[in-house]
């Protein structure tokens, strides 16, 4: 269920806590950017706060102020487990269901801390005693601004929390070109701005630091695997693991490949497929009407966004891909008439 109201956590928070946030596995933009800015706002508070994710992220986004000290569960299992042991309130943000925080979540669940949910995914979990989740706003990064100006603390935003809000409304919009529709968002950005943000900066250092094998790998998907199916007003790409190889595939090296599928005209719903320590990682796209999340959870196990959703599959990439082929046809005639 939806739950816009700030006031129940406001009043948890009035005290100094031990706070411990975390964020989804394949951490992305908006969930690095929105931990962050969430976490220097709270040190300002007077509350001690810890940052865990369960897997590295990327190296485009590891520039923002106090990710060096974000604890990774996968690389520091012991120091994490310590800090969850501790922690008198336990954060999610940019995730829905403990699920997503992959083996930390079990422990986290166990946990005696207070849970609160900090989101703009659909259907929360009811694991957490506090919710804020809201799916209409761009980002969770955004959702930590309006938390702030709740608390009326607006005053205590800084050019390192703008720099972590601009990344997480950037990187889930795709540059403001989906989910932009919303004033409050261009708001927001401007305020950013007031706090002297580099703006063009800043995009450098998300988007224009490929590696070249990076930059080939991307060149290979699109000229070599990309498979488009007019008649489903589909594409989807399909990466193996030796293709990775092939590639040096860092993390973070096939961010943004998926949405390639939708620039071509008549296409509406674009995938990749990934393989990937021993699972097969889907990514799903859509334009306008057309729910992938649906889409996901329906058949693969997974969820997301109403037009960016994913899933984690253990069933083979021919299988995965074979599957896919499958549904399409269930799905044709709403493929066609996309608004
Ligand atoms: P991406 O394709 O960028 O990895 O993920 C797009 C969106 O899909 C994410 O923001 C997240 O909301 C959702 N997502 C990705 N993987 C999973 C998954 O395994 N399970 C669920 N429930 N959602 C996922
Ligand atoms: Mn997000």
């Excluded at 979540?105 to 506090?130: C, M, T, W």
Aim: proline share 2%; glycine share 6%.
């Amino acid at each position: 269920m939806e739950n816009t109201d700030f006031t129940l956590i406001s009043e948890k928070i009035s005290q100094p806590l031990r706070i411990m946030i975390t964020t989804h596995s394949n951490p992305d933009g908006d969930a690095i950017g929105s931990s962050l800015a969430l976490a220097a706002y709270l040190k300002k508070k007077n509350h001690s706060v810890k940052v865990m994710v369960p897997d590295p992220y990327p190296d485009f986004l590891a520039w923002m102020d106090g990710h060096e000290e974000i604890l990774i569960f996968s690389e520091k299992e012991g120091e994490c487990k310590l800090a969850i042991d501790q922690a008198e309130m336990i954060i999610a943000a940019d995730y829905n269901n403990l699920g997503r925080l992959n083996a930390a979540g079990e422990l986290v669940r166990q946990s005696k801390a207070i849970k609160v949910l900090i989101d703009h995914h659909l259907n929360p979990s009811d694991e957490f005693d506090y919710q804020i989740s809201i799916s209409k706003i761009s980002s969770t990064s955004e959702i930590i601004y309006n938390f702030i100006e709740k608390m009326g603390d607006l005053h205590l935003l800084d050019k390192g929390i703008a720099e972590c809000i601009y990344a997480g409304i950037i990187t889930d919009t795709g540059s403001l070109s989906y989910a932009c529709n919303y004033i409050k968002t261009y708001l927001i950005m401007a305020d950013l701005f007031r706090l002297g943000i580099d703006g063009e900066h800043l995009h450098r250092l998300i988007y224009d630091t490929y590696s070249e094998s990076r930059l080939r790998l991307l060149g290979y998907s699109i000229s070599d695997q990309l498979v488009v199916l007019q008649e489903y007003h589909t594409a989807f790409i399909t990466l193996s693991k030796e293709d990775l190889a092939r590639f040096n595939h860092q993390i973070g090296d096939t961010e943004g490949v998926v949405n390639y599928g939708l620039s071509i005209k008549g296409i509406n719903l674009a995938a990749l497929f990934m393989e990937r320590d021993g699972i097969v990682k889907v990514s799903f796209r859509s334009k306008g009407s057309f729910a992938v999340n649906t889409l996901a959870a329906e058949y693969f196990n997974g969820g997301g966004h109403r037009n960016a959703a994913g899933a984690n599959c253990k069933t083979t990439l021919e299988e995965t891909v074979s599957k896919f082929r499958k549904i399409l046809p269930l799905y044709q005639t709403m493929l066609k008439s996309v608004y």
